[in-house]
């Protein structure tokens, strides 16, 4: 939903349009602030890797049910607003909420 590009990384003002074309308007430099802290390279990329570390479930038996579950990819220009039910979206922008 957030790699429109599937390049497997995103960067901060790709994570700033996303955020923003999904109708979660963040400060630019929170953004800024939030793929730093999470560059664990410094490279100004957040990896899928980073990214899955900030939200994996701290809880044992709920991050290894997320661990277990497939990737699952689109391509072909396929609207990142309907990648999920409207309640997981806002469930998943509830969660930026807490970096931010």
């Not at 995103?10 to 953004?31: K, N």
């Not at 999470?38 to 997320?66: C, N, Q, R």
């Amino acid at each position: 939903m957030l790699d429109i590009s599937s390049k497997g990384w995103i960067t901060a003002p790709e994570l700033y349009e996303t955020l923003s074309d999904l109708g979660h308007f963040t400060h630019r430099d929170l953004i800024y602030m939030f793929v730093r802290r999470l560059d664990k390279d410094v490279d100004g990329k957040l990896l899928y890797s980073d990214f899955a570390e900030a939200f994996t479930p701290k809880s044992v038996s709920h991050s290894m049910a997320l661990c277990q579950r497939k990737a699952f990819y689109l391509h072909n220009n396929y609207d990142r607003r309907y990648f999920f039910t409207k309640e997981t979206r806002d469930l998943f922008l509830k969660s930026f909420k807490i970096y931010f």
